[in-house]
């Protein structure tokens, strides 16, 4: 069983991989920066559960070919 902090380091360790000027916009909460999106998963606040949502959605898209199909 994988626990949720195991998910959230999981997160994290994707968000750090990618470029420095990466960013997220969610909804009304507005615009967030890589280092902005790794502080809110390590803080497990709303913003960070959504943008764990979010990357989980991205992974079992590529898991499951999703993103690949022609």
Same mark, same amino acid.
Request: aromatic share 4%; net charge negative; glycine share 12%.
């Given at each position: ?12 360790e994707r968000l750090k991989t ?19 999106? &790794? ?11 959504? &943008? &764990? ?18």
């Amino acid at each position: 069983m994988v626990t949720e902090q195991e998910i959230k380091q999981l997160v994290i360790e994707r968000l750090k991989t990618l470029p420095e000027d990466t960013g997220m916009s969610i909804g009304s909460h507005g615009d967030f920066g890589k280092n902005e999106m &790794i502080t809110h998963v390590e803080e497990g606040d709303d913003i960070g559960k959504k &943008i &764990i949502e979010v990357e989980l959605n991205f992974l079992r898209g590529l898991k499951e070919g999703i993103l690949y199909e022609a």
